[in-house]
């Protein structure tokens, strides 16, 4: 058992040093502009490390890496995508586009950005739309993972951490906006690599080196379940350190379900693409991919790696494989570390998880507050649909305090959804890879298409916005069976969590919805091109 | 099944875990090599 002194101590020196960069955050945020883009002239290391602690969640590195202990080390995949795709790629080839085309329109969100540069005002609100009703529940999942994890460690409530959780992070964006949101980030994501580093250095010593472990995890393939039991499906797996069959049930959950959403979702993330838009110039870009990339490696690829290593700790001192060991796959990072690890490591532990959840939190408050208080209801105002009195462009400090209202009230959305609704963490990683689901599936074609374009689509965007986002609820409500579980509505019409059956019910949403939102693209978009021609 | 005339690598021997082993440690090093590489790179033209 940890010291309880030595825990709350540390707790109270974190929240000490996060409370002061939310402080010098609120003191440099004088204007919207400040607030939504933190000034445009963040330092690179801090774009790198922001960018890479929003991405990664508690879930991330405790949920993804009890995956790898309970399946093996195909996860390993996600990982590497992470770093190539959502951030390699992501910075050279969608950052600097969106930096200068968000300079040129001047934009200060993602909605106002592909709004603004389709000329579509249904663009920009839809997208908002689409951001508050799928992002509370992604908010939902990292306030209770974070709550969940720092009950136990403090000795209290989940409830009560949820309010402490809930109240730190929401005080530092509500004032201090992007510039704190940032700033507390780059804080955040560096004790994030500390913490892992510290407990890879160990767990390599503890399993004898890397080589000796992987040599004795592949000789325990024999151990490895078969079939489905209470604690997991297993029809295909060879063991941990080879990949489960091709086209087993497993390998569509791991494919299908984790490495392409999650790898290719974080492209279309409003919350990563705003980052871009904060940099002064292509090179600050380019100066915070190596530290964006040390990030990715040293968190999630650290987490899944060990994560698959604890079953050669757990076997070696228990005579039990990891799942058997922690109990349930959420347990086992959290039962290895406090297990294995010296006490100091599992305080820092324990903050590099608050630490994750209170960084991917703090941008989500901030996404939502900026999509309600900017681009639906200062939009709304531009518009006929208010009466006279309410119309007009606000002054710039008015403007500022609708952003942050907004703000606070989608802080208490999400917090009384946490408060209220039931608290499994089962459900954790599944409403992550949702968010980053819907997302891609409503948001890319339109996105890739205004980067590359000369002469941007607005029907083909539309329609594809539309069709993306339709086609992922309709199949997320009706026929994926773990989001139908999340979601609850197929149960309480249809009395069954999908209806579809047998590997068709394993598929994500985003299986169907991307092609279908980027084959409606590419149809409307000839089609408007044929007509535009024929007009001439 | 066994690659690499029936030797494990780092004692792995399925080629697709080796290969998401070496895209992740390549991948990071890509990024580094980048952004050393482009440290002092100007502003493209739009």
Redesign the interface.
């Known amino acids: 058992m940890v010291d309880t002194g030595l825990v709350v101590g540390a707790t109270i020196v974190y929240i000490g040093i996060v409370v002061v960069l939310g402080y010098l955050g609120w003191k440099k945020t004088k204007s919207g502009k400040d607030f939504l883009l933190a000034g445009q002239n963040v330092s690179p290391w801090i774009i790198g490390l922001s960018y890479g602690s929003t991405f990664i969640s508690t879930s991330a590195i405790v949920g993804f890496g009890g995956f790898a202990g309970n399946y093996g080390?195909?996860i390993?995949?996600l990982?590497?995508l992470n770093?190539?795709v959502g951030?390699?790629l992501a910075f050279?080839y969608f950052g600097?586009k969106v930096r200068?085309l968000g300079k040129?329109l001047k934009a200060q969100t993602f909605p106002e950005l592909l709004g603004k540069a389709y000329g579509s005002r249904f663009i920009r609100w839809f997208m908002a739309i689409v951001i508050l009703i799928g992002m509370p529940l992604y908010t939902w999942a990292v306030l209770i993972s974070g709550s969940l994890l720092m009950s136990p460690t403090l000795g209290i409530s989940v409830n009560d951490a949820l309010i402490i959780l809930t109240l730190i992070t929401a005080a530092y964006v509500i004032f201090g906006g992007l510039r704190a949101v940032m700033y507390t980030d780059a804080l955040q994501g560096a004790l994030m690599i500390f913490g892992m580093i510290a407990i890879m250095v160990i767990t390599i010593s503890l399993i004898g080196g890397?080589?000796?472990?992987?040599?004795?995890?592949?000789d325990m393939a024999s151990l490895h379940p078969t079939g489905i039991t209470s604690t997991g499906n297993y029809n295909g797996m060879?063991g941990w350190?080879?990949?489960p069959a091709a086209f087993s049930d497993n390998w569509i959950i791991l494919v299908g379900t984790i490495i392409i959403p999650v790898g290719i979702g974080v492209l279309a993330q409003p919350q990563l693409a705003v980052r871009f838009m904060t940099a002064k110039?292509?090179?600050t870009l380019?100066?915070?991919?190596?530290?964006?990339?040390?990030f990715?490696?040293t968190t999630v690829?650290f987490a899944y790696i060990l994560g698959s290593w604890t079953n050669v700790y757990f076997y070696d001192k228990l005579t039990q494989i990891s799942i058997v060991a922690a109990k349930s796959q959420g347990n086992i990072i959290p039962a290895f570390i406090n297990m294995a690890m010296p006490e100091w490591v599992v305080v820092i532990f324990m903050l590099t998880l608050v630490a994750a959840a209170m960084s991917t939190l703090s941008s989500l408050f901030h996404v939502m507050g900026s999509a309600a208080g900017y681009d639906i209801w200062r939009s709304l105002k531009m518009t006929k649909l208010l009466p006279e009195r309410m119309r007009g462009e606000d002054e710039s400090g008015k403007a500022l305090n609708i952003t942050r209202g907004a703000t606070l009230v989608f802080v208490m959305v999400s917090f009384l959804m946490a408060y209220f609704l039931p608290s499994s963490g089962g459900f954790i990683p599944i409403a992550t890879s949702m968010f980053f689901g819907i997302c891609a599936s409503a948001f890319l074609p339109l996105y890739i298409h205004m980067l590359w374009s000369k002469d941007p689509s607005k029907k083909a965007a539309e329609w594809s916005l539309a069709v993306g986002t339709i086609v992922w609820l309709f199949t997320a409500l009706f026929c994926c069976k773990t989001d139908g579980a999340v979601l609850g509505i197929c149960k309480a019409i249809f009395g069954t969590d999908t209806l579809l059956s047998g590997q068709l019910a394993v598929l994500d949403p985003i299986l169907y919805a991307l092609p279908l939102s980027t084959l409606t693209f590419i149809i409307v978009w000839f089609y408007d091109k044929k007509m535009v021609k024929a007009a001439a | 099944m066994s690659i690499f005339g029936g030797k494990r690598v780092f004692g792995i021997d399925d080629p697709w875990i080796i290969a998401a082993y070496v895209l992740l440690f390549g991948s990071t090093a890509a990024c580094v090599i980048y952004g050393i590489w482009k440290w002092n790179e100007e502003e493209e033209a739009d």
């Open positions: 080390m195909g390993i995949w990982a590497a770093i190539l951030l390699l050279v600097k200068r040129k890397v080589d000796h472990g992987n040599q004795s995890l592949t060879n350190t080879a990949m110039d292509s090179k380019n100066r915070s991919i190596p530290f964006g990339g040390v990715l490696l690829g």
